[in-house]
């Protein structure tokens, strides 16, 4: 066996790696042979500067036996908490495989190797139908309740043209057409999918929020969650800066909730943009005013232009979307793994804050685009 074939296989992420990495993201996500440098530092803050770097939860690439990148895994550590406990986590986040019919095992082995690792628990909210099949080949199902993408339309002539803008870009001639269509049928009765006027001081009172005063309303809000994140204010901040640079769904939206007594009940962030489809991210509340946030959310998004609104799995916010026009279907899948299957509990019950800010949404490595 050669030396240069000893050296195939799986190992930790080093630094000189990254430009390799960032290529085969741009081949594999942006389908572009261009690496753009904004995108290998981004790499680097991301996976080497993350507040919670741990040295021996490192990302993992496959090196073939010609000592060539062909495979990556981003693994994104976690610091979370159950009943004092503290736990450590992991999320695996973009996972890629150059030409991947010719290297039909690589992404399992990376997959595997990431499993291996010391963590409590291994989580990803990310994966897509082709990595799920590798999680359930383990045995390892997806999580129903966190795996519930939805959408809710207001517009549906500018969500199909905003769908079909995914397919082709030529798309984005048709959103005049869209935009006449929509206010065609609402003025003729034809249909009408906009979202009902929010009705505020009834539970609670919604207001834009600062960065700081959403923070404040995440910590009073965060131990509502039997497993949540160990966030303090520096780390915290750290994911909503990130967050806040992430702009090809629109702009973050800040909200929070304040109940009749003055104390916080709920908040929640999302992206948006005039003819666009809105993105949320995060939302926290008590349980009493989930159904007000709901409200909130359609009501604000809508009013600011958007064709509609989306979201991941938010177990707590499931029963109000059902009932409130939410269409439910695959798109991201959840799945959970701990060798201690007690830690597993508050993610079956969805009683875990593990997504969005707490998870791996808020990196710029989904949907976003780098010059």
Not at 267 to 273: A, N, R
Not at 300 to 328: M, N, Q, Y
Not at 336 to 365: C, M, Y
Request: net charge neutral; aromatic share 10%; proline share 5%.
């Amino acid at each position: 066996m050669s030396e240069q074939s000893d050296k195939a296989g799986v190992r930790d992420l080093e630094r000189e790696d990254l430009p390799a990495v960032g290529r085969l993201f741009q081949k594999t996500f942006r389908k572009s042979e261009t690496l753009p440098p904004s995108l290998v530092s981004y790499l680097h803050e991301v996976f080497f500067d993350h507040p919670w770097y741990d040295e021996e939860l490192r990302s993992k690439v496959f090196i073939d036996g010609q000592s060539e990148l062909k495979g990556f895994i981003g693994v994104f550590p976690s610091r979370l908490e159950l009943e004092g406990r503290s736990l450590r986590a992991a999320f695996a986040g973009t996972m890629m495989v150059d030409r991947p019919a010719e290297n039909p095992l690589v992404g399992a082995r990376l997959l595997r190797s990431f499993l291996a690792g010391p963590q409590d628990l291994s989580l990803t909210e990310t994966a897509n139908a082709l990595a799920l099949g590798m999680w359930q080949k383990l045995a390892l199902p997806l999580d129903l309740a966190y795996s519930l993408n939805w959408i809710r339309v207001f517009r549906p002539v500018s969500a199909a043209v905003q769908v079909m803008e995914k397919a082709s870009s030529v798309a984005r001639l048709l959103r005049p057409i869209g935009r006449m269509a929509d206010g065609f049928g609402e003025r003729t009765g034809l249909f009408s999918l906009r979202a009902p006027i929010a009705l505020n001081a009834r539970r609670a009172t919604f207001k834009d929020a600062t960065r700081q005063e959403f923070a404040d309303a995440v910590f009073a809000l965060k131990d509502l969650a039997l497993l949540r994140p160990q966030w303090d204010r520096p780390s915290l901040e750290w994911f909503m800066e990130q967050a806040e640079q992430k702009r090809a769904f629109g702009k973050p939206s800040w909200r929070i909730a304040v109940a009749r007594n003055g104390e916080i009940a709920g908040c929640y962030v999302y992206y948006g943009k005039p003819g666009g489809i809105a993105w949320l991210l995060q939302a926290l509340c008590s349980p009493a005013v989930a159904g007000e946030l709901v409200d909130d959310l359609f009501a604000h998004a809508d009013t600011e232009g958007c064709a509609g609104v989306r979201g991941g799995g938010h177990p707590w916010l499931t029963p109000e979307l059902i009932s409130r026009k939410a269409v439910f279907y695959g798109r991201a899948f959840f799945v959970a793994h701990a060798k201690d299957k007690s830690l597993l509990q508050p993610v079956n019950s969805g009683q875990a804050l593990i997504s969005g800010l707490a998870g791996e949404n808020w990196t710029r490595l989904i949907g976003d685009h780098f010059d």
